[in-house]
């Protein structure tokens, strides 16, 4: 097979494989949204009908989108050599996108928690509530988990992960902890005035770690690249 | 004592070999950013690395790879 052949094939199972792992996450977000309704504190309800389809539903599209996923098989031609790295040089183009968009997301997603923690408020803990704030964590250390380099494929790691990637990954999570710290600094001493205010500020100053470390390294790989 | 610096011929010796960073890079097991970065001495390669790269060229490390600032340390 020709090498633009074999590429094509590959980014074929790479779409059918992200489109599953899409389902994968939209599946996991209507389980989520089923289970918050076991939580106590909030006498609200779905319909046992609503909460049956709505769990057995998201179930279903998991398991297609896990069986899609196991099933599409990348060809062995495409996870070595000139080829691998081609694959692998495009990934960390769009890996550098989802770094750029990190901050935005998580920006988004702070308005919802800060106002699902007001609105608890130390009294009865409503299911969006708790959903939001689920949520919220999932993203967060998802991000860390990326931001970390952890599961990436073995045939993308030679471009990756190797010495660069590495000592960029470690400025940029270094900026993220420095953050972090002085946010958590911050925290400790606010809670002596304000302990409402406090809470509010804690997604911020975790939203500002993982923000921060991902621009950092957005940055850092562009100027790497020369471009 | 002075800043030593890591200088390099590496570009010289890549054009001179007829390679292209990212064959090199292939060649060597690491990004085309990798060796971008190392050309123009943004990055310091490991030891290892640096190996890898001389043996591609067939030239010791010290052909590639040098101190400036050297004398003054």
């Known amino acids: 097979m020709a090498e633009d052949e074999i590429l094509a094939l590959a980014r074929r199972v790479d779409l059918r494989r992200k489109v ?5 996450l939209l599946g996991m977000v209507a389980v989520g949204a089923g289970l918050s309704q076991f939580s106590p ?10 909460l049956e389809a709505v769990l057995g539903g998201g179930g279903l599209v998991i398991l297609i989108g896990v069986v899609t996923m196991l099933v599409s098989r990348t060809p062995i031609e495409a996870r070595s050599g000139r080829i691998a790295m081609i694959r692998a040089e495009g990934m960390r183009a769009k890996r550098n996108v989802a770094f750029m968009l990190m ?15 007001n609105r608890a408020n130390g009294g009865n803990v409503e299911h969006i509530q708790i959903f939001v704030i689920c949520a919220f964590i999932f993203f967060l250390v998802t991000f860390v988990a990326i931001l970390s380099g ?3 494929d073995r045939w993308a790691r030679p471009v990756l992960d ?23 600094a911050g925290l400790v001493a606010s809670s002596l005035f304000n302990q409402t205010l406090t809470i509010d500020l804690i997604p911020v100053v975790a939203a500002l770690g993982v923000a921060s470390a991902s621009l950092r390294l957005f940055w850092l790989e562009r100027a790497a690249g020369g471009e | 004592m002075n800043e030593v610096k890591l200088g390099n011929r590496l570009k010289e010796a890549r054009v001179e070999a007829g390679l292209t960073q990212a064959e090199l890079a292939l060649q060597v097991g690491v990004s085309r950013k990798t ?6 001495a943004v990055f310091v390669p490991s030891t290892t690395l640096a190996l890898a790269l001389a043996k591609v060229f067939g030239q010791p490390v010290e052909a590639l790879f040098f101190l400036i600032g050297a004398d003054q340390a």
């Open chain 2, 35 to 40: 060796i971008n970065t190392v050309e123009n």
């Open chain 1, 150 to 152: 952890r599961g990436l």
């Open chain 1, 162 to 184: 190797d010495e660069l990637s590495r000592q960029i990954r470690g400025r940029a999570l270094g900026l993220g902890y420095l953050v972090m710290a002085l946010g958590l």
């Open chain 1, 103 to 117: 901050p935005l997301s998580l920006g988004l997603m702070l308005m919802g928690v800060i106002q699902a923690l």
């Open chain 1, 20 to 24: 599953a792992l899409m389902a994968v």
């Open chain 1, 41 to 50: 504190g909030d006498p609200e309800r779905f319909p046992p009908r609503v």
